[in-house]
């Protein structure tokens, strides 16, 4: 275990300081977002090259992680390439902040948060699967992974298809498909990935105790970086308060009643 975690410390701290430096001299330091995918995809691959658990465990959930994490990444690039303005967020969050103050308040903690989350791949590949219908769980994991991965793909292509339309004829705000049943269905599709990672790991009695790694995942998706600050960003149009009423939040649901 300790061999894991101290190498998978090892790839994010690299993947991490690359993108700071690139970031830093390209004055866009949004370029994080691009390394949250990459850095979760090296500490599953890490993890799994490095465990000594079971071999089909541990290289499936590193293959979805990767396949999750190079969707992502490609969304993530075309939307940094696709301006040259750095996004508000970081803009806001960073103003009068120096090299240092950045590093420490966007890569550094970044990284911790890509170890905290990833928690449950690196100890499901370190840790020996029990020859007991907890066996099972692996299995229902990397199923709930998949699934997950599903949503937010679909999810995402069904956005950018209605940013793709022309602004005259384009709806003021996106209420079908996934979007019909969920205001942020991506976040949503995102977080069951971690879910399903913490299920495959605790079929381990060991990676039960990592549950607060999805809980974080879903913390940052709704209100760190994700769904909240989405709707205030939102919630001044007429239109998209009248979606809010309709539409659930975060889990997909029908609508409302009489809508």
């Known amino acids: 275990m300790r061999r894991v975690v101290g190498a998978s410390a090892a790839v994010v701290a690299a993947v991490q300081a690359g993108t700071a430096v690139v970031a830093l001299r390209r004055g866009r330091r949004d370029y994080a977002d691009a390394a949250w995918g990459p850095g979760l995809a090296a500490v599953a691959l890490t993890s799994a ?27 993530m690039l075309g939307r940094v390439r696709g301006t040259d303005e750095e996004d508000e967020r970081y803009t806001e969050f960073l103003e009068g902040d120096g090299p240092a103050a950045v590093v420490a308040k966007v890569f550094v903690t970044q990284g911790i948060a890509q170890l905290a989350v990833a928690a449950p791949l690196q100890l499901a ?3 020996t699967l029990p020859r007991t219908p907890r066996r099972w769980l692996v299995p229902a994991g990397i199923a709930v992974m998949v699934a997950g991965a599903v949503v937010e793909a679909v999810a995402d292509r069904q956005k950018a298809r209605f940013m793709e339309r022309d602004r005259d004829e384009r709806p003021d705000v996106l209420d079908t498909g996934l979007w019909g049943v969920s205001r942020h269905p991506n976040y949503f599709g995102d977080s069951v990935v971690w879910d399903g990672a913490w299920l495959a790991a605790a079929a381990s009695a060991p990676g039960a105790w990592t549950f607060p790694a999805p809980l974080a995942m879903s913390y940052f998706l709704v209100f760190a970086t994700g769904a909240k600050r989405t709707e205030r960003r939102m919630e001044d149009r007429p239109a998209y308060r009248d979606y809010q009423r309709r539409v659930s939040f975060f889990v997909p649901l029908p609508r409302r009643s009489g809508d």
């Open 125 to 127: 590949a370190a840790s």
């Open 49 to 75: 090259a490095l465990g000594s658990g079971d071999p089909g465990r541990r290289w499936a959930t590193a293959a979805v992680t990767t396949a999750w994490a190079a969707r992502l990444e490609r969304l």
